[in-house]
């Protein structure tokens, strides 16, 4: 089985960064495709960010695009979000997750996996 275990959230001024780490034990982290989602108040979970285990293929959610990075260590089994210009609207939950998919998937129901969140606020 596999465990996740998130990290590095926190209150944070509007224009800051954070880093979100997601440490897996269990099963070899490196057969898994890793996701980054989050769930604002009153809304859905929405998907964030993922990356393949080589790390080759990245995809982000278009609101993301271009302030957050996902990035994984298989040696060390942990997963990073570095979220860069947050702004109050990316204040959620954010929980990382892991998929034996093969592709890069952005739907719930295909992560086997999920961490406990990490609360993020951002303040305007």
Known sequence: QVQLVESGGGLVQAGGSLRLSCVASGR????YTTGWFRRAPGKEREFVAGVTWSGGYTFYADSVK???????????????LLMNSLRPEDTAVYYCAVSSMATMTRIEGQYEYWGQGTQVTVSS
């Open 28 to 31: 070899a982290f490196r057969y």
């Open 66 to 80: 271009g302030r957050f990075t996902i990035s994984r260590d298989n040696a060390k089994n942990t997963g990073y």
